[in-house]
């Protein structure tokens, strides 16, 4: 009697919660500070997402929080979100080393956090139970362009260049593992100090190596710089590989005489063939000015994500999380659920892309089932 | 070999810019007996000029240091009237503190006006290259060595020959002395400022087609210009010019024979033993 009598208030209380129903999210993510370039697309991505949940009856009041891109401040916005502003979710971070330690901090509080972007692999691999990650993993970006290049070539060889930072050691030592796997010989690998003027003498090794790949890890400047030099040394490998970051924005792409038939892997495109996908690049762009890269996607599929699932739950954390563990989702990032698998916990198994820029501008060129354009292959020599 | 050829070539080249960078700082020193540390931000300023001379006049980074030495040239005069001549007579750390602190005020200014986004500068020449032989020299680099040549042998020139040259070598060299002979040392330390500044951006400029643009990019080129100065010997223009090609090759060759993330210990490494067997620097005249 009671049971039912129970069933029946939460019926009752559930009717107008969805008509309008009022959830609190908490968003960390890195707005001012040197990452505030990327964070700005997930600001942006988010600011939709809240705008179309409202056009779905969900209301939802946001809490920003900066992170500066430094963990300690993302470990106290984590502070200030689960006690002072009570919220029933997070979103966030943006950056690995950010969002590792805030991970730590959301699973003490058993407060569901949905990660969008960070991609370092331990963060959804330490058993944590309300940590869930959209993003794909750093393991995923050199997988997808090897698996592409043996698809379409017979590659013997490949130089792996990085910058040591974690992101770049990271995406090496996958790079390197994925090779080995593959039976491609590693016959260069070299981690650099990012920002200086001249590479020379390590892309003339790289040269002296002769390799039919070329992999690199870097960010915006460094990747132009690289690949000026590449061009000023006469590089011509099979093909140049770029692990999203500084080979997947437009600064690149307009570099055209060294951009040309460059891949890059990322999780998201504006032209990919995934429901409503265009009309979130043609939205973003002329609501914000520019283009959107994948990270404007990801912050916003976990906030849809966030806001659905909270407005069901309706402001209990535990149920939160249950409905995220259960849920599954489609739409303009592809399928999302949540799972265990390969020592993951609640991690998406995302379908990476491959990019490449043609004439000055990004076609998703692989998997060929995802692709709107042919890809290059193999590099066609410099301009 | 062909490797040893080209990263030789390449650092020797690109060792021109930090020459002139040195030769900057070093002028400076001798004649004020002051450390610039906010150096490499001028040669930040260089670099934003040519930036908005290129993209908003479509004046070509190299054509555009003629513009750019004045500009830069009566920024430094100003900077040394209005600011620098208080000090002259301090601590040595209100000195350091001081140019510090205007090397923050730099590159945070830009920071305000300009954002901290990247700028490139594209020129159909900045990837460009040709073969000599087995080695491919890069366009940009090489017309930028020539031209860091060319300024290098006007200030020698004017240095050496011009009776203001003289009068500023004269202040370096004694700066009471020099009083006495009817120097004006006060005109002289605006000057010297002057020209630190304009060679400062000069060299920013002629390494902006080939390289990337933000508010604080300057403060590594500071710290290489430090060393490159000690390394030469504090004052000598001869010594920063032949550190900052030492420099460069050095750097080069350590990327391609160790590893490039390594190439900086190296740099140091070296600094350390030549501090070691020879303080007061290769061109240095030991003032005890």
Request: net charge neutral.
């Given at each position: 009697m009671q049971r039912l009598l129970s069933l029946v208030t939460a019926a009752l209380l559930a009717v107008p919660a969805l008509a309008v129903s009022q959830v609190k999210i908490g968003v960390i993510n890195s707005m001012t500070g040197p990452q505030a370039p990327i964070g700005e697309n997930l600001t942006n991505g988010i600011k939709l997402a809240e705008e179309d949940l409202a056009a779905k009856g969900i209301k939802v009041q946001l809490v920003w929080e900066d992170d500066t891109g430094k963990p300690q401040v993302g470990l106290s916005a984590m502070d200030k979100l689960a006690t002072r502003d009570n919220v029933v979710g997070v979103v966030g971070a943006y950056t690995s080393a950010v969002t590792n330690a805030v991970a730590k901090k959301a699973e003490q509080y058993k407060m569901p956090l949905v990660n969008p972007v960070a991609s370092k692999e331990e963060i959804t691999r330490q058993g944590y139970k309300y940590v869930f990650r959209v993003s794909a993993t750093t393991g995923d970006y050199a997988a997808i362009l090897l698996d592409m290049a043996t698809t379409l070539g017979k590659p013997k060889s490949i130089a792996i260049l990085s910058e040591n930072t974690d992101f770049g050691v990271s995406g090496a030592k996958s790079a390197k593992d994925y090779a080995d796997k593959k039976g491609i010989k590693v016959v260069f690998e070299e981690a650099y100090s990012p920002g200086s003027p001249d590479y020379r003498s390590t892309l003339v090794k790289v040269k002296g190596a002769n390799p039919d790949l070329m992999f690199m890890v870097s960010y915006v400047a460094d990747a132009i710089t690289l690949m000026r030099q590449s061009r000023e040394l006469q590089l011509t490998p099979m093909?140049?590989?770029?692990?999203?970051?500084?080979?997947?924005?437009?600064k690149f792409a307009s570099e055209k005489n060294i951009s040309h038939a460059v891949f890059s892997?990322?999780?998201?495109?504006?032209?990919?063939?995934?429901?409503?996908?265009?009309?979130?690049?043609?939205?973003y762009q002329k609501r914000f000015g520019k283009t959107p890269t994948y990270h404007a996607a990801n912050a916003y599929i976990a906030m849809m994500?966030?806001?659905?699932?909270?407005?069901?739950?309706?402001?209990?954390?535990?149920?939160?999380?249950?409905?995220?563990?259960?849920?599954?989702?489609?739409?303009?990032?592809?399928?999302?659920?949540?799972?265990?698998?390969?020592?993951?916990?609640?991690?998406?198994?995302h379908q990476m892309l491959v990019e490449q820029v043609q004439d000055g501008k990004y076609y998703t060129v692989w998997p060929q089932a995802l692709q709107s354009g042919k890809p290059i292959w193999p590099f066609p020599g410099w301009k | 070999m062909t490797i040893f050829l080209q990263s030789l070539?390449?650092?020797?080249?690109?060792?021109g810019a930090y020459a002139l960078i040195g030769v900057g700082l070093t002028i400076i020193f001798g004649v004020m007996r002051i450390i610039n540390f906010a150096h490499g931000d001028l040669v930040m300023l260089g670099m934003y000029a040519s930036f908005f001379l290129f993209t908003l006049g479509n004046v070509d980074p190299f054509v555009s240091i003629v513009f750019v030495f004045p500009l830069l040239f009566l920024f430094g005069a100003l900077l040394q009237k209005t600011v620098i001549n208080r000090v002259l007579n301090a601590l040595p750390q209100n000195q350091i503190l001081l140019t510090i602190g205007i090397g923050l005020i730099l590159s945070n200014t830009m920071m305000l006006l300009f954002t901290s986004d990247y700028r490139i500068i594209s020129t159909t020449y900045s990837s460009g290259s040709f073969r000599l032989g087995e080695i491919s020299v890069s366009t940009p680099l090489?017309?930028?060595?020539?031209?860091?040549?060319?300024?290098?042998?006007?200030?020698?020139?004017?240095?050496?020959k011009t009776d203001t040259g003289q009068a500023i070598r004269a202040t370096a060299q004694d700066r009471d002395a020099a009083q006495l002979m009817g120097v004006n040392v006060k005109r002289m330390s605006v000057?010297?400022?002057?020209?630190?500044?304009?060679?400062?951006?000069v060299a920013g400029s002629l390494i902006s087609p080939t390289y990337y643009i933000f508010p604080q990019v300057g403060q590594p080129f500071t710290l290489k210009a430090f060393v490159i100065v000690v390394l030469g010997g504090m004052g000598s223009v001869m010594g920063a010019t032949v550190g900052g090609i030492l420099i460069g090759a050095?750097?080069?060759?350590?990327?391609?024979?160790i590893?490039?993330?390594?190439?900086?210990?190296?740099?140091?490494?070296?600094?350390?033993?030549?501090?070691?067997?020879?303080?007061?620097g290769l061109f240095g005249k030991s003032r005890v």
């Open positions: 093909a140049f590989l770029g692990a999203g970051a500084g080979f997947s924005t437009d892997s990322t999780q998201w495109t504006p032209d990919v063939n995934w429901p409503g996908a265009k009309a979130f690049g043609d939205r994500i966030m806001g659905e699932t909270a407005a069901k739950a309706g402001g209990d954390r535990e149920k939160v999380a249950a409905g995220l563990r259960a849920g599954s989702w489609d739409g303009l990032f592809g399928p999302v659920k949540f799972q265990d698998f390969d020592g993951y916990q609640n991690q998406n198994k | 070539l390449s650092g020797v080249l690109i060792g090489l017309l930028s060595f020539v031209i860091t040549a060319a300024v290098t042998a006007v200030l020698y020139w004017f240095l050496l000057l010297a400022t002057g020209i630190g500044a304009g060679l400062a951006a050095t750097e080069s060759l350590a990327g391609a024979y590893s490039s993330g390594l190439k900086d210990l190296v740099v140091y490494v070296l600094f350390l033993l030549i501090l070691l067997f020879k303080p007061a």
